[in-house]
């Protein structure tokens, strides 16, 4: 069986490093993860430049059985 949990991680360099941030924090507390899912990105303006990055992904896992 396979469930799927929704999560939101962001980043100061880009949108690549907070999936990966993501993925990391996920795998704290969930074993098993089989793939990411990016559902939405968006980034913090400042001064006419990006501060920060964000992405809502879903993270698919393998649940033991």
């Given at each position: 069986m396979v469930k799927v949990i929704e999560v939101i991680a962001s980043?100061?360099?880009g949108f690549t490093e907070a999936t990966e941030n993501a993925v990391k924090e996920a795998s704290k507390t969930?074993?098993?993860i089989k793939s990411v899912y990016v559902e939405n990105m968006n980034a913090n303006v400042e001064d006419d430049k990006i501060v920060s990055y964000g992405v809502n992904?879903?993270?698919s896992f393998e649940v033991d059985q």
């Open positions: 980043s100061d360099k969930v074993k098993n992904a879903k993270i």
